[in-house]
């Protein structure tokens, strides 16, 4: 079992910054792939950003040069850098971790979800 506790969500102006930290515990967290989901209100949960214990990551399309996923395993810890935030990117940002060595987009895939942290950009 893998427990994911997510932290660093708030209210920032459009343009601004947010780090998301997402602790894992329960299990040999290197070996896992871990992801960021988001949720707007109305919307459904929607994959932003993985990364795999090897360090192959992939971004969506709507995030890619603005986000940065990043993982430190001493800590078992990923991260999240959100820069340039736009309105759009306000949601419920959601920790995933997947127990293979390869990452997905799909939500159906990933074993063990944090409870969710709210990120609100205002304009």
């Known amino acids: 079992q893998v427990q994911l506790v997510e932290s660093g969500g708030g209210l920032v102006q459009t343009g601004g910054s947010l780090r998301l930290s997402c602790a894992a515990s329960g299990r040999t967290f290197s070996n896992y792939a871990m992801a960021w989901f988001r949720q707007a209100p109305g919307k459904e949960r929607e994959f932003v950003a993985s990364r795999t214990w090897n360090s192959v990551i992939v971004y969506s399309d709507s995030v890619k040069g603005r986000f940065t996923i990043s993982r430190d395993n001493a800590k078992n810890t990923v991260y999240l850098q959100m820069n340039s935030l736009k309105s759009e990117d306000t949601a419920v940002y959601y920790c995933?971790?997947?127990?293979?060595?390869?990452?997905?987009?799909?939500?159906?895939?990933?074993?063990?979800w944090g409870q969710g942290t709210q990120v609100t950009v205002s304009s």
């Open positions: 995933a971790a997947r127990a293979t060595s390869t990452g997905s987009r799909l939500t159906r895939d990933y074993n063990y």
